[in-house]
Nanobody, 118 residues
Framework: VQLQASGGGFVQPGGSLRLSCATS????????MSWYRQAPGKQRERVAS???????VLEYSAKGRFTISRDIADLTVYLQMNNLRPDDTAVYYC?????????????WGRGTQVTVSS
């Protein structure tokens, strides 16, 4: 299974971006879909997660500004990011925990760069 992330780019402070991440296979059962980010010189950190029931978790830095959602039919997860700040600059990775009828898999996408700067 592969994950294809897109939607990153360059934006000024206060701007918005929408990230998306789709799975390459449809014959899987997804437990959780998450977004992580890694800024230069820092450890990777979770931004938001959504589980199979639609329950969401947003880390403190994302609350009030970011929204995580999913499309069950397309097995795609989205991260709507509003009011972006320079400290949101990072490579954003999607992560999916899924079952493919034989085993659980913890899959990472390749990352998409988000740069917030004036």
């Amino acid at each position: 299974v592969q994950l294809q992330a897109s939607g990153g780019g360059f934006v000024q402070p206060g701007g918005s971006l929408r990230l998306s991440c789709a799975t390459s296979r449809r014959d899987v059962t997804i437990k959780t879909m998450s977004w992580y980010r890694q800024a230069p010189g820092k450890q990777r950190e979770r931004v938001a997660s959504i589980n199979s029931e639609g329950g969401t978790v947003l880390e403190y830095s994302a609350k009030g500004r970011f929204t995580i959602s999913r499309d069950i039919a397309d097995l795609t997860v989205y991260l709507q990011m509003n009011n972006l700040r320079p400290d949101d600059t990072a490579v954003y990775y999607c992560n999916v925990l899924l079952w493919d009828s034989s085993a659980w898999h913890d899959v990472w996408g390749r990352g998409t760069q988000v740069t917030v700067s004036s």
